[in-house]
């Protein structure tokens, strides 16, 4: 099995190189103090994490290199094997920053999944996030919030496990789908069964079983990668893109953990 690969500098000016700006909106006031984002990637690689992938948001041409975007890191040295003892999963922090003034620089803690490279965000009240406004910025305050939510990785691998230990009906299972679908679409969306037999359908051998853990798996890749089909308001069968925009990506991802998280048995 693979492993993860760190970006170099040239890649992510390639990639995005609103990354590397250090200019910001005329727009903003003289109390907005910018944080760049090649500063906080320096910063982090000094704290073991490494950036690996970086998505951005399309805008117009003007303010394009001011725009937002998505940085998300992985340290070599935390991963999670799998019952063979290979890495399986990195736990990983996502960075949000743009030098609009549209968004704070924001971090969430995720794990990315080698065997599908499929980033999961999670999002409860037992895992932590921050956000720092673009009115200073140190090195410190930035190692003591990485420090405090590298102390929660420890619940983080016991949900995975309760994900994992709870195993599911095809009744639950095909309600789990719908309610994913209330994640994935603002509007309600009506999926025939057919469709909803797709989701839950195992692309791989390490997908396959009734987990809940690789129920949501299954089910937010293919979320993710659209291509399925459902039924409009005239009863039309319709086909789902893919999804591109990271900030979408990321609230589906948030909301489908929270749905996961109702099937545990306390």
Not at 70 to 81: A, K, R, S
Not at 196 to 209: A, F, H, S, W
Not at 210 to 232: A, P
Request: aromatic share 8%.
């Amino acid at each position: 099995m693979k492993n993860l690969k760190a970006l170099s500098r040239e890649d992510l000016r390639r990639l995005a190189p609103q990354v590397f700006n250090h200019q910001v909106s005329s727009k903003l006031t003289d109390k907005y103090v910018h944080i760049p984002t090649d500063t906080i990637i320096d910063d982090m690689e000094k704290l073991g994490w490494l950036p690996y992938q970086v998505k951005t948001v399309r805008a117009r041409k003007s303010s394009g290199k001011m725009s937002k975007h998505l940085i998300q890191f992985f340290n070599p040295d935390i991963v999670i094997n799998n019952e063979e003892g290979e890495a399986d999963l990195y736990p990983n922090l996502l960075l949000i920053n743009s030098h609009d003034g549209s968004t704070s620089v924001r971090f969430e803690m995720g794990v990315f999944r080698l065997v599908c490279e499929n980033g999961l965000v999670i999002k409860s009240k037992d895992f932590g996030g921050f956000k720092m406004r673009h009115m200073g910025y140190n090195f410190e305050d930035l190692r003591i919030h990485i420090n405090e939510l590298t102390k929660t990785l420890p619940n983080v691998v016991a949900n995975l496990n309760k994900f994992s230990q709870v195993i599911m009906t095809p009744e639950q299972q095909n309600e789990f789908a719908n309610k994913a679908i209330g994640a994935r679409f603002n509007e309600e969306k009506t999926l025939p069964q057919i469709e909803i037999d797709y989701l839950l359908t195992p692309e791989r051998k390490e997908d396959v079983g009734d987990s809940l853990w690789v129920v949501l798996n299954r089910v937010q890749e293919k979320l993710t990668q659209g291509g399925f089909g459902y039924l409009n308001a005239k009863g039309k069968l319709r086909k789902t893109r893919a999804i591109k925009n990271f900030t979408m990506d990321t609230d589906m991802n948030m909301k489908l953990w929270e749905i996961a998280e109702e099937y545990l048995v306390n």
